[in-house]
């Protein structure tokens, strides 16, 4: 994985949390499922930005 895609990593979950959301919360409010959530925030997936 790219120095980049850490970035937006680590990114992604401090922001989540920032605004007091767990995984459950986003995957509804971005209409992906939960496990979709945890695999992008722990690098497993890496969601296309198209």
Do not use: D
């Not at 920032?18 to 969601?47: C, D, H, M, W």
């Amino acid at each position: 994985m790219g120095r980049n895609h850490s970035k937006l990593l680590n990114n992604l979950e401090q922001l989540r949390k920032s605004f007091g959301l767990t995984q459950q919360e986003l995957s509804i409010k971005a209409e992906v499922s939960r496990k979709s959530i945890n695999a992008i925030e722990n690098g497993v997936y890496i969601p296309s930005t198209v």
